[in-house]
């Protein structure tokens, strides 16, 4: 039962969405991003690599089943990491050193997906199991950026819960226990803290706790969804999405959640918000000229 109701609030998120060191301004700032690549069909989860050459998505319906991507920053290479895997892979991370990539797959037995995580060079290469399927959903692997430990969701306690392990699979252990969903973890950039999606107060807001799970605290309250965080770099920052203007919108707010202001505002859907390694400008996927596609914007000085 759980586990219907996580799955039903997974697939609710995907149909709503894709229906058809620097300053960073506190103000709103609606952003002029400029859009980088057209990708055909719809795209998501997607990463900036911390050297700041790539980014990593996934994308959905091409030859089939969903898979992971990658880009040059200026809109070049595009590339598919896995292309002769049998089963879906999405929602990658990179390593603090962007030589790794640990991701999500879906080792399918006929239609009920089996979820586990695994690592694989950023060419795609050496693909090898971390954390084995066991009948749970293990999804949203966040590496932390010291590199020492990863962050992920699971609901092998039945619900979505955040867990944390070292970064060879070791030390699990759950964060947050409660009986409404938690998930898609965002690290500090020192590690020592972790942002995360929570519907635990009715709807989908952002939360924050220290890395042990203690000092947990609601930081958007909001009637509307709130999730996605993303902390920027230089840790002045969060983005997030919010549909609370009537349509998906990119967020920022300050850690501690004042100062919430709207970044895109734009009638199209924005969604899936990363940050480069400066701070200094903000990627995500819009469909606000028709198609999908990965815009970029200059938020800070």
Do not use: C
Not at 174 to 196: E, H, R
């Amino acid at each position: 039962m759980h586990r219907a109701n996580n799955m039903a609030w997974r697939f609710l998120l995907t149909l709503v969405i894709f229906a058809p060191a620097a300053v960073i301004p506190a103000q709103p700032l609606h952003a002029k991003p400029t859009r980088l690549v057209k990708i055909g069909g719809f795209i998501q989860h997607l990463q900036w690599s911390p050297d700041g050459k790539k980014f990593l998505f996934t994308r959905g319906n091409f030859g089939g089943k969903m898979g992971l991507w990658t880009v040059n920053i200026d809109g070049t290479e595009l590339t598919q990491l896995l292309p002769k895997a049998p089963v879906p892979q999405f929602d990658g991370h990179w390593s603090p050193d962007s030589k790794r990539i640990l991701f999500v797959y879906d080792i399918l037995q006929g239609t009920d997906g089996k979820l586990q995580l695994d690592l694989m060079n950023a060419d795609g290469s050496g693909q090898k199991n971390l954390l084995p399927h066991k009948n749970f959903f293990e999804e949203s692997p966040r590496f932390s950026p010291d590199g020492k430990k990863i962050a992920w969701t699971s609901t092998r306690n039945k619900q979505q819960d955040i867990w944390i392990m070292d970064a060879d699979g070791n030390n699990q252990k759950a964060l947050t226990t409660d009986l409404a969903i938690d998930n898609s973890p965002t690290w500090s950039p020192d590690s020592k803290q972790i942002a995360f999606t929570s519907a635990r107060a009715g709807n989908l807001d952002i939360w924050i706790m220290n890395a042990d799970g203690t000092g947990q605290k609601r930081l958007t309250d909001n009637p509307k969804m709130d999730y996605w965080p993303a902390w920027s770099p230089d840790g002045k920052k969060i983005a997030f999405t919010s549909n609370r203007d009537g349509n998906y919108e990119i967020y920022l707010m300050n850690p501690d959640g004042s100062e919430q202001a709207n970044l895109s505002n734009h009638p199209g859907n924005d969604n899936w918000a990363t940050w480069s390694p400066d701070s200094r400008r903000l990627a995500w996927i819009s469909n606000r000229d028709g198609e999908y596609a990965i815009y970029v914007a200059e938020v800070g000085k």
